[in-house]
T-cell receptor, first 114, second 115 residues
């Protein structure tokens, strides 16, 4: 119940295209869903996050779509650029005795071709 | 505000040696997490501090691992009698809870290689 399943494992997109990464979870107690971007040799950096009472959130070229009934959420990167080439992780968290530890997906390695 | 810093960035050690990593969180953040990330995987939770109190430890944190956060500022993670399976990136994250959810800010990590 603690797992977050992420797909695809890797993704190749042409410059200007749309990149879509999907995540699914089991635990309905999760109440915060962030996406992180990680470049090689660097720590994860927060990209965008959503709460389950919102179905969509957009920040610049990045959009999260959230389907509470299906227990799924996805990241859409519009007008993908070579600089977006990185590994993307979805995560989920819930407050447990004051701890908000994140449960991460396994990551999606995105390559945007110039 | 220079973000979360971690030292060293890289550590190579021989099996059986002890290693210690340091994390300096963002200055006003009272919450600090340690995660471990192996190649091709997402980070996995190890332990959590609120101020100086260690409030949760994962089952991943065997008794060879110990973490401290004296005075609620920087934190250290020590691994005793290292094993090859300990090779991973060790990530520190800090946060300040200002609402119902929490955003964690990650450091660059310490990459450990046990030979």
């Amino acid at each position: 119940q603690q797992q977050v399943k992420q797909s695809p494992q890797s993704l190749i997109v042409q410059k200007g295209g749309i990149s879509i990464i999907n995540c699914a979870y089991e635990n309905t107690a999760f109440d915060y869903f962030p996406w992180y971007q990680q470049f090689p040799g660097k720590g994860p950096a927060l990209l965008i996050a959503i709460r389950p009472d919102v179905s969509e959130k957009k920040e610049g070229r990045f959009t999260i779509s959230f389907n509470k009934s299906a227990k799924q959420f996805s990241l859409h990167i519009m007008d993908s650029q070579p600089g977006d080439s990185a590994t993307y992780f979805c995560a989920a968290s819930k407050a447990t005795s004051g701890t908000y530890k994140y449960i991460f997906g396994t990551g999606t390695r995105l390559k945007v071709l110039a | 505000d220079t973000g979360v810093s971690q030292n060293p960035r890289h550590k190579i050690t021989k099996r059986g040696q002890n290693v210690t990593f340091r994390c300096d969180p963002i200055s006003e953040h009272n919450r600090l997490y340690w995660y471990r990330q192996t190649l091709g995987q997402g980070p996995e939770f190890l332990t959590y501090f609120q101020n100086e109190a260690q409030l949760e430890k994962s089952r991943l944190l065997s008794d060879r691992f110990s973490a401290e956060r004296p005075k609620g500022s920087f934190s250290t993670l020590e691994i005793q009698r290292t094993e090859q399976g300990d090779s991973a990136m060790y990530l520190c994250a800090s946060s300040f809870l200002a609402g119902p959810q929490e955003t964690q800010y990650f450091g660059p990590g310490t990459r450990l290689l046990v030979l």
